[in-house]
């Protein structure tokens, strides 16, 4: 697929384009061309040819591209930042896991357009089929070590909404702990894994995965979900804008969450709880009450009627009752 990468790229533009200005802009034979069209159609990208005018692409891509995304980050943030790029991976969060800090950089980056083997929360598999979604991971120190983490994940969710309403979708919220819901329906999740000491500075991979165009066909999931494509369909939702305002936003976020703790972001994850007020079950102890949002270090009330319960993340989730 790596020569019909860049065919693909110039296609990718849903325009004409013939042959021989293909050949040219590429560097190869007009039978080189052809050549590659006809792997990019075994590959089930779809072609049409008209004579007098050349080739173009039936359905729309949307390509990932390290250099669309550098382009859209906060100066800042492109500075810091080490981003690799694949098209096919096991995971990037285990990439950036096996990974080694670059000394030059503080952050480093990883996008990929599918993932063979994508991690969700709890053990389970996180469906990632090529050209549809971001799957996307940071990897970075935050000093304090493990016990200063209290709350990272809820404010990497605060960052996903914030960038998502930046780029036109007003109406995301959070559901205890990390998953980004419209309509009740999961839109995106997020995966924090932790490396290091247990004081000091550790090192976090952030995974997020974001439906963005995904199909029904694609789905294999025990819960309701939906995509960008579908949450808000007035907007032209490209992958590369998506990833870098996720970007600016997560370390935006970040440098408060380290500079001020998680009571600096406290109010703006309450103003998203989506379970705030409804009537929840916790999963699997059973336990029933009202949603009353989270204390200062970000564990979850739970309003019984009978006194209040706090859930701490990765021991109970939450679900509305039925
Ligand atoms: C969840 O279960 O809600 C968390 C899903 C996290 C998925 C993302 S996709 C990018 C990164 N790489 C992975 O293997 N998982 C995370």
Redesign the pocket.
């Known amino acids: 697929m790596r020569k019909e990468k860049a065919l693909l790229s110039i296609l990718s533009d849903g325009e004409w384009h013939s042959g021989e200005d293909l050949a040219q802009t590429l560097g190869v034979s007009r039978t080189a061309v052809w050549k590659q069209l006809n792997r990019l159609m075994d590959d089930g990208v779809s072609v049409e040819r008209l004579r007098g005018k050349g080739y173009r692409l039936t359905d729309s891509i949307d390509l990932l591209d390290g250099d669309v995304i550098a382009s859209r980050l906060a100066t800042t943030v492109r500075d810091a930042l080490h981003l690799d790029v694949f098209d096919t991976i096991d995971?990037?969060?285990?990439y950036l896991m096996q990974g080694r800090e670059r000394p030059d950089k503080t952050v480093r980056a990883c996008v990929a357009d599918r993932?063979e083997q994508?991690?969700?929360?709890r053990g389970?598999a996180?469906s990632?089929p090529p050209g549809e979604n971001v799957?996307?991971?940071l990897a970075l120190r935050l000093q304090g070590g493990f016990a200063a983490l209290e709350g990272l994940s809820l404010v990497v969710g605060v960052a996903v909404v914030r960038a998502l309403d930046k780029l036109g979708l007003g109406r995301a919220r959070l559901k205890w702990p990390n998953?980004v819901l419209v309509d009740a329906r999961k839109l995106a999740?997020?995966?924090i894994e932790l490396q290091g000491e247990l004081e000091g500075a550790a090192r976090v991979i952030i995974?997020?995965?974001i439906n963005v165009h995904m199909s029904d066909s694609e789905r294999v999931v025990d819960q309701p979900w939906i995509s960008l494509d579908r949450a808000e369909p007035r907007v032209a939702w490209v992958r590369n804008e998506v990833i870098a305002e996720v970007i600016n936003e997560t370390l935006s976020v970040l440098d408060v969450f380290e500079r001020n703790g998680f009571d600096a972001l406290r109010d703006q994850w309450q103003s998203l709880d989506a379970l705030y007020g409804q009537a929840l079950r916790t999963e699997p102890d059973g336990d029933e009450g009202i949603g009353a949002g989270i204390d200062h270090t970000g564990a979850y009330r739970l309003d019984t009627g009978d006194g209040e319960k706090t859930l701490r993340a990765g021991e109970i989730s939450i679900r509305r009752q039925v």
């Open positions: 995971s990037t969060n285990a993932q994508g991690r969700g929360r389970r996180w990632s799957y996307l991971s998953d999740g997020i995966l995974g997020i995965g």
